[in-house]
């Protein structure tokens, strides 16, 4: 019974927005308390059922403990405490950090690759399909997974809705006027690597389907988590 | 101002675990009792909310915690901080002028 009731002032410590540092000494020292005074009610020749009343009465419901701790924004999770930051800028400059990283290591991969692709064909198809998936990867696959995760770890949290969903549509613009190109070829010039960012009115039809569609592959776990959050609520009432 | 006192007794609860930490360490539960001996129940200071205050404290570099073993049981003290002190000495001295000058008005209105 008291356990379900720490676990309950876990959840409810978490869903406030207390950092996990505060929240686990939070539990332990309210537990510890909780004991301490169930041994002396015990020692005072109460039954064990009049002692954990008297216990619970001592510590204060749950709730007011949720709401104290609610009350001081010091003991709130950084995330918690700058949403607009954490679940619109972050993302950005995550994604874009990325990027940067795995191009910085594609471009690394060709170099040492060189003297190997100078003696080798490749094919047509192989260039394609390669221009292809780095475009997919750097303009949808990793911007959507990126924006994903943030909205996840928002709803998690209990972030405001319109945080991570300003997250997912900013990110989702920012992916959609950036442009990679990844040319392999064998012989002479083995590869060329490129990137730039803009917007082209002849474009702007494709950069806004792009747009849509990684913003969709990032709403649909957010959705899905949603969904799953409420029927564990609907469950439990 | 209401008239149940919590605007005048603000920040006392804060005076009052900084003073008796000056002392000695103590865990949560030590202080909660000691606050109740001492003031001999005229001070409460609800169990369960001494951590979210504590906790308070520490974010602001007031008190220091320290987990010790006790019993199987880990168990957290909390220890005065070098600004704890001097938030104490502050609160200390804020408090005294506030009480000698509701005593005197007490006084003199005792004495008409």
Same mark, same amino acid.
């Given at each position: 019974?008291?356990?379900?009731?720490?676990?309950?002032?876990?959840?409810?410590?978490?869903?406030?927005?207390?950092?996990?540092?505060?929240?686990?000494?939070?539990?332990?020292?309210?537990?510890?308390?909780?004991?301490?005074?169930?041994?002396?009610?015990?020692?005072?020749?109460?039954?064990?059922?009049?002692?954990?009343?008297?216990?619970?009465?001592?510590?204060?419901?749950?709730?007011?403990?949720?709401?104290?701790?609610?009350?001081?924004?010091?003991?709130?999770?950084?995330?918690?405490?700058?949403?607009?930051?954490?679940?619109?800028?972050?993302?950005?400059?995550?994604?874009?950090?990325?990027?940067?990283?795995?191009?910085?290591?594609?471009?690394?991969?060709?170099?040492?690759?060189?003297?190997?692709?100078?003696?080798?064909?490749?094919?047509?198809?192989?260039?394609?399909?390669?221009?292809?998936?780095?475009?997919?990867?750097?303009?949808?696959?990793?911007?959507?997974?990126?924006?994903?995760?943030?909205?996840?770890?928002?709803?998690?949290?209990?972030?405001?809705?319109?945080?991570?969903?300003?997250?997912?549509?900013?990110?989702?613009?920012?992916?959609?006027?950036?442009?990679?190109?990844?040319?392999?070829?064998?012989?002479?010039?083995?590869?060329?690597?490129?990137?730039?960012?803009?917007?082209?009115?002849?474009?702007?039809?494709?950069?806004?389907?792009?747009?849509?569609?990684?913003?969709?592959?990032?709403?649909?776990?957010?959705?899905?988590?949603?969904?799953?959050?409420?029927?564990?609520?609907?469950?439990?009432? | 101002?209401?008239?149940?006192?919590?605007?005048?007794?603000?920040?006392?609860?804060?005076?009052?675990?900084? /003073?008796?930490?000056?002392?000695?360490?103590? !865990?949560?539960?030590?202080? @909660? &009792?000691?606050?109740?001996? +001492?003031? =001999?129940?005229?001070?409460?200071?609800?169990?369960?909310?001494?951590?979210?205050?504590?906790?308070?404290?520490?974010?602001?570099?007031?008190?220091?915690?320290?987990?010790? /073993?006790?019993?199987?049981?880990?168990?957290? !003290?909390?220890?005065?901080? @070098? &600004?704890?002190?001097?938030? +104490?000495? =502050?609160?200390?001295?804020?408090?005294?002028?506030?009480?000698?000058?509701?005593?005197?008005?007490?006084?003199?209105?005792?004495?008409?």
């Amino acid at each position: 019974m008291s356990e379900g009731r720490f676990s309950e002032l876990r959840d409810g410590l978490l869903k406030a927005g207390i950092s996990r540092r505060n929240v686990r000494r939070a539990v332990l020292e309210v537990e510890d308390h909780f004991h301490q005074l169930l041994e002396a009610a015990s020692a005072r020749g109460l039954d064990e059922k009049s002692a954990r009343a008297h216990a619970f009465e001592a510590l204060g419901t749950n709730r007011l403990l949720i709401e104290r701790y609610a009350a001081r924004p010091e003991l709130r999770a950084w995330p918690n405490r700058w949403p607009a930051l954490w679940f619109t800028l972050v993302p950005l400059g995550s994604y874009l950090a990325v990027s940067a990283a795995a191009m910085a290591v594609l471009v690394a991969t060709v170099s040492l690759m060189s003297a190997h692709l100078h003696q080798t064909h490749i094919p047509s198809g192989v260039t394609l399909f390669m221009a292809l998936a780095v475009r997919v990867i750097f303009l949808g696959l990793l911007p959507a997974l990126i924006a994903a995760v943030f909205a996840v770890l928002a709803h998690r949290r209990r972030i405001a809705l319109r945080w991570p969903v300003a997250g997912i549509l900013l990110l989702s613009a920012l992916a959609s006027l950036i442009n990679v190109e990844f040319t392999l070829t064998g012989g002479a010039s083995p590869g060329q690597i490129g990137a730039g960012i803009g917007v082209s009115t002849g474009s702007l039809l494709s950069q806004s389907v792009r747009a849509l569609m990684v913003a969709g592959a990032a709403l649909t776990p957010l959705w899905i988590a949603m969904r799953r959050y409420k029927r564990t609520r609907a469950a439990l009432r | 101002m209401t008239d149940n006192g919590s605007s005048l007794m603000a920040g006392v609860p804060e005076l009052v675990v900084l /003073r008796l930490l000056a002392g000695r360490d103590m !865990y949560g539960y030590e202080i @909660a &009792r000691a606050v109740k001996m +001492l003031t =001999r129940d005229a001070l409460s200071i609800g169990e369960g909310v001494l951590y979210p205050a504590l906790h308070g404290m520490e974010a602001r570099g007031l008190v220091r915690p320290k987990a010790r /073993r006790a019993g199987g049981r880990l168990r957290i !003290y909390y220890g005065l901080t @070098a &600004r704890g002190r001097a938030r +104490l000495a =502050r609160l200390t001295d804020a408090w005294r002028r506030m009480s000698d000058g509701v005593e005197s008005i007490l006084g003199s209105a005792h004495h008409e």
